[in-house]
């Protein structure tokens, strides 16, 4: 998960519930939510502030064992959180943005075709366009 706003915050929860037996990883810049993913159900929460890719992967290994991710929820959706986010995204992993800022995504193709990597976009992610449905089990939906 990245970000713990409120989209955010509901998706760890709903990750908690609907997905068993998964591991729960937040990055956040806010030491505050932080802390507040932990207590909506995140297994791992890792700081982002100041810190490159391969540390805050490095983090990651740590924490679970492993050094990429099945599936991310990006609820933050800044270019720089988009490529850190495919740089540990593992084969066959799924990538869903609810909140993209900007109009372009500039990663490298070849690394995503090769790995099988899918990138979802949620148009839902906007109250207007969600049709009464939670934005964040839309985005379960897509996973």
Known sequence: MFGLDGLGGY???YARLLAGG???????????????AKKYGADHAISIVARSAADIAGDLESAT????LDAIIDCVGTPEMIQFGFS??????????????????????????NREQAFHGSERSH?????????????????
Request: aromatic content about 8%; proline content about 6%.
């Open 11 to 13: 998706a760890v929860q």
């Open 22 to 36: 998964v591991k729960i990883v937040v990055f956040e810049r806010n030491p505050t939510k932080l802390e507040m």
């Open 65 to 68: 064992g492993q050094g990429d």
């Open 88 to 113: 540990v995204l593992g084969t066959r992993g799924h990538y869903v943005d609810v909140r993209l800022l900007g109009d372009r995504i500039d990663i490298p193709m070849f690394p995503r075709i």
């Open 127 to 143: 109250s207007a366009g969600s049709g009464g449905q939670d934005p964040a089990q839309h985005s379960y939906d897509w996973l």
